[in-house]
């Protein structure tokens, strides 16, 4: 290597290194958190939802009477019942949490609408 080449290799190698270290601070951190099972409150009549421990399921499909839910869950150890509910900045959706492994028929109440529908939720183990 002659004495011209050498400051420009090691300025080439100086900046593939600054690259690297750069780029390595935009790779998308592992979270481990994962996503809620979304079920659709018009939908959701007679089926079997399937979560795993420690997720939750999100009631979607009433925008408007989404705080009037209530739940019977046949097995409260399996699932337990969020309610809707608005906080004046954000609204937030019923939701389900999966408590340990089993299945349980819910039966989820309008008080609003009259609406109701019944449902098993299956809580397998966790991934």
């Known amino acids: 290597m002659t004495r011209t080449t050498r400051p420009r290799t090691a300025a080439l190698l100086a900046l593939g290194m600054a690259s690297a270290f750069a780029l390595a601070g935009c790779a998308a951190p592992s979270t481990g958190v994962i996503a809620p099972v979304i079920a659709d409150l018009t939908k959701i009549d007679g089926t079997t939802v399937t ?15 989404y705080t009037s839910w209530e ?54 183990p966790a991934p």
Do not use: H, M, Y
């Not at 699932?79 to 089993?102: C, H, I, M, R």
């Open 51 to 65: 979560v795993g421990v420690g997720n939750v399921i999100d009631l979607t499909g009433d925008d408007k009477t």
């Open 71 to 124: 739940a019977d869950i046949a097995d409260p150890k399996i699932v337990e019942f969020t309610p809707g509910k608005d906080d004046g900045s954000a609204q937030f959706n019923p939701g389900l949490k999966a408590l340990a492994e089993g299945s349980t028929e819910v039966t989820l109440d309008n008080s609003e609408s009259g609406d109701s529908v019944t449902f098993t939720v299956e809580v397998t």
